[in-house]
């Protein structure tokens, strides 16, 4: 069973994400968070860029986890 607090989130620092994830690190480059935005949370990097930060969650965990769970998270919301 997958554990939603697995999730990537907003307040996450982004060098983390990085880490455990490095398949997320393109979805990165494409939204330009510059490396000298590694040690910032994912939702004030992407609020600065002028991202919906809605967007790049879902992006991100999309990568990091597969298009599958995020439908399946999407519809637990529900």
Known sequence: MFR???LI???MIV???KQRHPETVPLF???RFHPVCDDC???TV???NGLNLADVLEALNQA???PQQAEKEEHADN
Request: proline fraction near 0%.
């Open 9 to 11: 989130r907003r307040d």
């Open 29 to 31: 480059e494409q939204f």
């Open 41 to 43: 949370d994912v939702g």
């Open 4 to 6: 939603f607090d697995r």
């Open 15 to 17: 060098r983390d994400v």
């Open 46 to 48: 992407a609020r600065k």
């Open 64 to 66: 990091a986890f597969g």
